[in-house]
């Protein structure tokens, strides 16, 4: 079934240094996935979504990496900010026709230290 | 801003109450979601509307929760008789209307039953 999940559960980055941020997923037939950004008190949102066929995705300072071999993306933040310090989940999105089926992972909380 | 407002956004309740949570979308989009999130997790759907329509319906939708989109505008969810398991942030999402998987969130209406 449909399943998005992530490595670990915190991950702590010194600002100024890069960050990777990594998911599995287990459904081999999953074709679109998005990352999104939860601040503390806020809804999830968007950042950047890749589809599978695609293996790269840059947009300002982040990029999204797609392995579909071993069912592996990554997000990478560029120079880490503190305004970066939030919730990261992937998401799948199975739906279509404008329906946006989107099944969310766990979460990986990203903290910069200044 | 995302285009959606909920209330209210915090509801403390003591379990067997009732309790009502609104979600505005700004007016021309016609796709409008429900997620609960609990804690550490990532958001879990629990339904969709198109138009008034409601559309699809998640297993964690118990019959103690009601979702309506009578004008298809705002939405409406109910829960009657709580449970302290449902204590949660209730999210409210609509697209924008294009064929991305972007969903743009509201802040959400954290339910706290006592």
């Known amino acids: ?114 | 801003d995302t285009g959606v407002s909920q209330n209210p956004r915090h509801k403390i309740t003591k379990r067997g109450q009732n309790v009502t949570f609104r979600c505005d979308p700004i007016s021309e989009h016609n796709r409008l979601y429900w997620y609960r999130q609990t804690l550490g997790q990532g958001p879990e759907f629990l339904t969709y509307f198109q138009n008034e329509a409601q559309l699809e319906k998640s297993r964690l939708l118990s019959d103690r929760f009601s979702a309506e989109r009578p004008k298809g505008s705002f939405s409406t969810l109910e829960i009657q008789r709580t449970e302290q398991g449902d204590s949660a942030m209730y999210l409210c999402a609509r697209t924008s209307g294009g064929n991305t998987g972007e969903l743009f969130f509201g802040e959400g209406s954290r339910l706290t039953v006592l």
């Open chain 1, 1 to 114: 079934g449909e399943s998005v999940g992530l490595h670990l559960p915190t991950l702590s980055v010194q600002e100024g240094d890069n960050s990777i941020i990594n998911c599995a997923y287990s459904n081999s037939a999953s074709d679109y996935f998005i990352w999104y950004k939860q601040e503390s008190g806020k809804g999830p949102q968007f950042i950047i979504d890749i589809r599978s066929n695609m293996d790269k995705r840059q947009g300002q300072r982040v990029t999204v990496l797609l392995n579909k071999t071993v069912k592996h993306l990554s997000l990478q933040i560029a120079a880490t900010q503190p305004g970066d310090s939030a919730v990261y989940f992937c998401a799948e999105n199975g739906g279509s026709g404008g329906y946006q089926k989107v099944t969310f992972g766990t979460g990986t909380k990203l903290q910069v230290i200044p």
